[in-house]
């Protein structure tokens, strides 16, 4: 898989993740087959324009941990981010994370999990 289809698939998971829900870089991670350090970076060099257009701030750490404090073009943090869209957030963490956590296999994103992405690939099926 290319380093703009990981891209583009990032998004498109990150874009199919409901208001008020959250997914984990390791579980994106894990569905596309890449490192957790890749999403994380693809999701912290987005362009002003990406980041307008994605939920970003959706994705979360493990056990609903924050990331770096980033900003969207309004100046709104993550947490202000979720927590606009009814996300309990203490101390740099999703509150009630097993409650708002939701798996990337349930996510309406149109992105195959990365074995069936290189099967595909391969020609052969899944």
Known sequence: MTDAQVK???LALASAVPA????????????LEVSPRQV?????????EEADATPWHRVVGD??????VKV????RSQEERLVQEGVAVAEG??????????AVGELNSGVRRGDAV?????????
């Open 8 to 10: 583009a698939d990032v």
């Open 72 to 75: 969207d073009s309004s100046g």
């Open 93 to 102: 963490r999703v509150s009630d994370f097993e409650a708002v956590q939701v």
């Open 20 to 31: 008020g829900r959250v997914v984990t870089y390791r579980a994106m991670a894990g569905w």
């Open 118 to 126: 290189q099967a595909a690939a391969d020609g052969r099926e899944p």
């Open 63 to 68: 056990e609903g941990w924050l990331g770096a």
């Open 40 to 48: 994380a970076y693809l999701l912290g060099q987005l362009t002003p």
